[in-house]
């Protein structure tokens, strides 16, 4: 698969990936891509586009024609009344000393996982001042010049995933995505790579740091009770997912500009998380869309809550009675979106990924091949790319 990627316009700031005569495999949670090429060819930050006073998008950002007609304006759509709404989930009570209590609060957490895959934390025992200052210390770092930012450039050409980029195009048709983003792995401590975290603004690392200990003790609570809705003992599935020493937590802040033509691109492009969990706030611009019973539905903005997402990681470990949601993003033309997805991922290697054989049957057999965490990822990246040189309908 050779990629060759064209821009005409000159006043815009680019990533520049130096290329190899061979396939490189790069991952992380909705950063993914094979590259196969033979010359350098350069990636323009989205931002940069966006603030040049473009009219009209470079071809490689427009969906195809089967894409283009289910997309719509995100703020009619989040405004809608009609049809399906992701569930909202109140936790203050999935501790409550009174069990009946303790046990409803479970019983809806469990049922959202199952029916759809996504929904609403509130009451999530993260306090609120907490999450402003993430959100401030994120949208600080994207607030700096262009210049600023490229010092903490990534190197995805040589796998260096960690640090600020821009999506390089994962399938053969070359189509990019709306954003750019800043990645890093935030938990555990003991593996961060704090040299390519920003410095601007000085609070960056404390208030990212204490949000990574928080979410990762919400992680446990979650996976606790999942693992009772399966009717498994408490620690099981965060055991299977890498346990309190392996199960990462990985940020990803995605930046998505103002598009001058948001009918015909997309922020992120349609996919399930291959994490276990994935956590996301956002800077209440909406944007969020979830493949559910064969329709886009747009999640509404709830005040003072984490987005969390199922990933095929649990689905996999349930055998498939926990849903990891097809979803995508939206963008606009008035508003910048931003989201701080953070992906709790098992180890790339040290773990099969299979269903639990206490949940397998006979009636119910294993609906996934056993395979490790890096395996699964190929799997997904090669079965996409395999299907983007399919024919397109007409």
């Known amino acids: 698969m050779y990629i060759c990627l064209a821009f005409l316009q000159t006043s815009v700031s680019y990533q520049t990936i130096l290329c190899s005569q061979e396939i490189s495999f790069i991952q992380h949670q909705e950063c993914c891509c094979y590259i196969m090429v033979t010359s350098t060819f350069l990636v323009p930050r ?22 283009l007609t289910s997309i719509r304006d995100v703020f009619e759509e989040e405004k809608s009344v009609e049809g399906p709404q992701v569930p909202t989930i109140d936790l203050k009570e999935m501790e409550s000393e009174d069990k009946a209590v303790r046990e409803k609060c479970r019983e809806e957490l469990v049922k959202a996982s199952k029916e759809w895959g996504v929904m609403h934390l509130v009451n999530h025992g993260i306090p609120d001042d907490l999450i402003d200052r993430v959100k401030k210390a994120g949208q600080a770092f994207f607030d700096l010049p262009i210049e600023e930012k490229e010092r903490h450039a990534n190197d995805q050409a040589s796998g260096n995933v960690q640090g600020y980029g821009s999506k390089l195009a994962n399938n053969a048709s070359g189509q990019l995505e709306w954003e750019d983003y800043f990645f890093h792995l935030i938990f555990p401590e003991d593996k961060r790579d704090l040299s390519i975290w920003p410095k601007t603004p000085s609070d960056y690392t404390e208030v990212t740091s204490e949000y990574a200990r928080q979410l990762r003790s919400l992680a446990s609570k979650i996976l606790s009770v999942l693992s009772l809705g399966l009717g498994l003992e408490e620690g099981r599935l965060e055991k299977e997912a890498g346990g309190l020493e392996e199960l990462l937590l990985q940020m990803k802040i995605n930046y998505y500009p103002k598009c001058p033509q948001p009918d015909l691109a997309l922020g992120v492009e349609a996919h399930s998380d291959v994490s276990a969990l994935t956590f996301i706030l ?113």
């Open 46 to 67: 989205v931002e940069s586009l966006a603030s040049s006073g473009i009219q009209s998008i470079p071809k490689e950002y427009i969906r195809p024609q089967e894409e």
């Open 282 to 394: 956002h800077n209440m611009v909406p944007g969020l869309q979830l493949l559910y019973e064969g329709k886009w539905i747009t999640a509404k903005c709830v005040p003072n809550s984490i987005i969390m997402h199922i990933g095929d990681t649990v689905e996999i470990l349930s055998n498939g009675k926990y849903k990891s949601i097809i979803h995508r993003g939206l963008v606009n033309k008035e508003k910048v979106r931003i989201s701080w997805a953070v992906f709790c991922e098992p180890p790339k290697e040290k773990i099969i990924l299979k269903p639990l054989a206490e949940i397998v049957t006979e009636a119910e057999p294993p609906l996934f091949p056993p395979r490790t965490f890096a395996q699964h990822i190929e799997h997904k990246l090669f079965r996409k790319t395999q299907d983007s040189l399919l024919p397109r309908k007409s």
